[in-house]
């Protein structure tokens, strides 16, 4: 009669119970059961037991110690079992006992208590003899495991759950894959939400040339049967395996990393250089490492996504936020684009206006936070590009400005994309050229930088080439934070960092940083008459989702990107009270891939809030107009009114005036009479009586304006030399003295008359050049003239009045000819020269216009047709 020994099965599954009572019944062995920690203390201080058989998933709720260890330290020290289930994931330490069962198989619980009770007439495993079953063969593998084996995996799972972040926990898996099948290589493979290819998402001991481009289709491939079919594959008898294109190993162990049945990726090891071959025990290890594997890779999905909801929804109100800050359109577009760009982690965003009638989409704004990935940076061939060429090889600063005429593909090149100056800046390190910084400037400079200021740049732009050399993704944000600091110091919109590639004749494009804003001409423009896939978009407010690899780009898109040098493209329209106003883009560098659903829903509620926001802002922006202008028309009339009373007082200054100017010309007329011609006191004479007959007109031009019932001179043929020769002859003396030269160069041949009121040419010629020598008030070297030219194809005489004077400010260009638009100080000037010029030349049929250049001078071109023969 066999004795009656005990045994202590402690564990919270009343099933693990009953199938160790039910294995162990016919053995003699009387099976008693605990179900907490405190439970088993308490039964062992009560009775003495051969064996304890615990699950290792039982601890000290208040301390978290493990059962099995606090009953290694007891008095008794009973032989222990330890069974590790799948809640044992969540402890470690040390077990106490080198005892272990990973499955409820019969022989694997009669095996493990057998040795913990010294039975001795259990028979020993026979290696030199088959086994009878696959599932035998398993479980004798697994009730061999090694102790440090089986620590791994207890530790594994432990650190599994203390992670979330997905990349984390890969390369954690991926780390005790190799560790626990003694392999050179281990991967993890999941698949692709796009094409379904498995690609490489962590490794250990692949080269990182070949991981770059590792992907694996799951058709006709080892790997993408394990994922289709959920069933291991051990390979290797010492010859070389394929395990992709150009890629062979001598063995190789693929599990599937299955959730709830479900493969979602595949957990391999290779031995690419070794002929080592893995057997079912490695196997057996890998299998329930994936299974550990897929639960933490579920976690940090859900995790993942949770964190993503969470920073949308933040990004959505800080975006509605920061968009409804302002109402200024200077501001309120760059905010929106960088706001744009944050919501959905993209590098660039830009808001392009359709112009209807011209049938062009044109920006308005654009932000651009770009760090490209080596190996896809776009490059700029420096051919046609004599700035940047020029820059290198002297390694001094360039700055490229509208009026440089050395180069004008590139002023060409600079005016298509709105830019009004270039600043090219080569970075050195010592003797060597490390880059060149690229600054680029929407709006005219008002002065170039100086020295001080471009050394402060360099420094800044020295510390991106140190960050990009060292690792670009570790170092993105710092590149950010220099990148910004330059436009700061250069008040620069946005710059570019490139360095000279291999072939010295381009350069690589690393990063670009900053943001512009077009709210006049000229804008970066595209012609959409070659696009009929963007205009069709627009129309129907369909959005565009499309990347450089897509089957189906079509040109408009690839243009789109290829312009932003991008890789995936999300072109939303742009609606506003239902209507379609152009396209709001959202611009990938890194990823080749397709915009999800959400994530263009995300878009939209963001592009809806920036609609709304553009509208505010244009609303503002068109009623500080309005008030500016009413402003202006106040101002006008107060000034109309002053003038008003100012021309009845002059009314009356003419009458009186009028008497004395009539003596003089009469007394001069006679004293002519009197003198020879030739004589000096002649043509002194004739200079009096040509100034009084002129005052005399004036006055009766001031009297017509003044009483608009009297009717002013009729027009009449009129010698436009002899009046530009009077002008000249009234005004030369008066220039001269002032140390500024007049040049004169009118045609030797007749010029047909002007049919206009006599006087008015002169008063035109005259605001003209007293304008132009205000301009050159105080300047050396200050030169002015007055070229006339006559086309008798045309019938038309072009009348030049110039100054190499300081130029007319670009936005006042179109000023200039307002009613009481000055820039003199109080009391110097009306503000209705030129705009009595503008009406004069109209009267006469003819036109004015103005070029100007800063710091080069202004030309004003008068135009005016010649009164033909027959009629003259």
């Not at 208590?113 to 696959?134: C, N, W, Y």
């Not at 080749?592 to 609609?611: F, K, M, N």
């Not at 009096?688 to 004036?698: E, L, P, Q, S």
């Not at 019932?709 to 002859?729: F, H, K, W």
Request: one cysteine or more.
């Amino acid at each position: 009669m066999k004795s009656i020994r005990k045994l202590l099965v402690v564990t919270g599954d009343y099933e693990v119970t009953q199938r160790v009572r039910s294995t162990l019944g016919s053995e003699g062995i009387a099976v008693h059961a605990a179900y907490s920690h405190l439970d088993a203390l308490y039964m062992l201080r009560q009775s003495t037991y051969e064996a304890v058989f615990v699950d290792a998933a039982i601890t000290d709720r208040q301390t978290g110690e493990m059962t099995t260890a606090t009953i290694a330290r007891s008095e008794d020290n009973p032989p222990i079992v330890a069974y590790l289930s799948r809640e044992a994931s969540n402890v470690s330490g040390d077990l106490g006992t080198e005892i272990f069962i990973t499955s409820l198989d019969d022989k694997s619980i009669r095996r493990a208590v057998f040795q913990a009770m010294h039975i001795p007439d259990v028979p020993e495993r026979d290696f030199t003899k088959p086994l009878t079953s696959e599932a035998e063969a398993f479980q004798d593998i697994a009730s061999s495991w090694r102790v440090e084996e089986v620590q791994a995996l207890i530790d594994l799972s432990r650190s599994l759950t203390e992670v979330l972040d997905l990349s984390e926990v890969l390369n954690r898996v991926v780390q005790a894959a190799r560790f626990l099948t003694n392999a050179e290589e281990g991967m993890i493979l999941l698949p692709d939400g796009d094409d379904g290819d498995l690609y490489l998402r962590a490794k250990v001991g692949i080269e990182s040339e070949v991981a770059r481009n590792f992907r694996v289709k799951t058709k006709d491939t080892l790997a993408g049967h394990v994922f289709s079919s959920g069933d291991a594959a051990l390979v290797g008898d010492g010859r070389p395996q394929k395990v992709k294109t150009e890629y062979f190993v001598f063995a190789l162990l693929y599990v599937p990393i299955l959730l709830k049945g479900t493969p979602i990726g595949v957990l391999g090891v290779n031995n690419r250089n070794r002929q080592d071959v893995f057997n079912r025990r490695h196997q057996e290890m890998l299998l329930n490492l994936a299974s550990y594997a897929a639960i933490a890779i579920e976690n940090a999905r859900i995790h993942g996504e949770s964190i993503k909801r969470a920073r949308e929804l933040k990004a959505l109100v800080d975006a509605s936020e920061h968009i409804n800050a302002s109402l200024s359109l200077n501001r309120t577009l760059p905010i929106i684009c960088e706001q744009l760009a944050r919501v959905l982690n993209v590098n660039h965003s830009e808001i392009r206006e359709w112009d209807r009638e011209r049938n062009e989409l044109r920006t308005l704004a654009q932000y651009r936070m770009v760090i490209w990935r080596a190996g896809q940076e776009p490059t700029i061939a420096l051919a046609g590009r004599p700035a940047l060429s020029l820059a290198l090889e002297q390694r001094q600063p360039m700055l490229v400005t509208p009026d440089w005429t050395d180069a004008p593909h590139e002023i060409a090149y600079l005016r298509q994309q709105g830019i009004n100056a270039l600043l090219v800046l080569p970075i050195l390190g010592g003797e060597q050229v490390l880059g060149v910084l690229m600054a680029y400037f929407i709006h005219p400079l008002s002065q170039a930088p100086d020295a001080e200021v471009l050394q402060r740049a360099q420094r800044q732009a020295l510390e991106i080439a140190i960050h990009l050399a060292e690792n670009r993704v570790s170092t993105s944000a710092q590149v950010q934070r220099n990148g910004k600091e330059v436009n700061l110091i250069l008040g620069s919109d946005w710059v570019n960092f490139a360095v000279l590639a291999k072939d010295g004749r381009s350069l690589s494009l690393l990063c670009s940083i900053g943001s512009g804003v077009w709210l006049r001409s000229p804008y970066p423009t595209l012609d959409l008459a070659q696009y009929p896939d963007l205009v069709q978009a627009i129309q129907s407010q369909t959005p565009i989702n499309q990347h450089v690899e897509s089957e189906s780009l079509t040109a408009g898109a690839q243009t789109l990107l290829e312009s932003a040098g991008g890789r995936s493209l999300l072109a939303l329209p742009l609606v506003n009270r239902a209507q379609s106003q152009g396209l709001v883009l959202f611009v990938d560098f890194a990823y080749t891939q397709y915009y999800s659903p959400r994530e263009i829903d995300l878009s939209r509620a963001i592009v809806g809030q920036a609609s709304t926001a553009m509208e505010n802002a244009h609303l503002v922006h068109d009623l500080e107009a309005s008030l500016r202008e009413l402003k202006d028309t106040q101002e006008r009339l107060i000034q109309t009114a002053r003038l008003s009373a100012m021309g009845e007082l002059a009314a009356a200054v003419a009458h009186q005036v009028n008497n004395p100017l009539t003596t003089i010309v009469l007394d001069a007329e006679l004293l002519l009479l009197r003198e020879p011609e030739g004589t000096d006191n002649y043509n002194s004479l004739s200079a009096i009586m040509r100034a009084g007959k002129r005052a005399a007109g004036v006055v009766r031009r001031l009297l017509a304006t003044v009483r608009p019932n009297m009717s002013s001179d009729p027009p009449q043929a009129v010698d436009l030399i002899n009046t530009v020769e009077e002008t000249l002859a009234l005004v030369r003396a008066h220039i001269e003295r002032e140390r500024i030269k007049i040049y004169a160069a009118l045609p030797d041949d007749d010029v047909p008359p002007i049919w206009a009121v006599p006087g008015e040419l002169d008063d035109v010629w005259l605001n003209l050049l007293l304008n132009a020598y205000d301009a050159l008030a105080g300047r050396q070297a200050a030169e002015m003239g007055i070229n006339v030219s006559y086309t008798p194809n045309d019938d038309t005489v072009e009348v030049i009045v110039w100054d190499n004077g300081p130029g007319i400010p670009e936005d006042l260009v179109n000023e200039i000819f307002k009613p009481f638009f000055t820039t003199k100080g109080p009391g110097e000037g009306t503000g209705l020269g030129l705009h009595i010029c503008r009406q004069v030349v109209d009267r006469a049929g003819g036109s004015i216009t103005v070029q100007t250049v800063p710091d080069e001078g202004t030309q004003f071109f008068v135009r005016l047709p010649v009164m033909k023969r027959g009629l003259a």
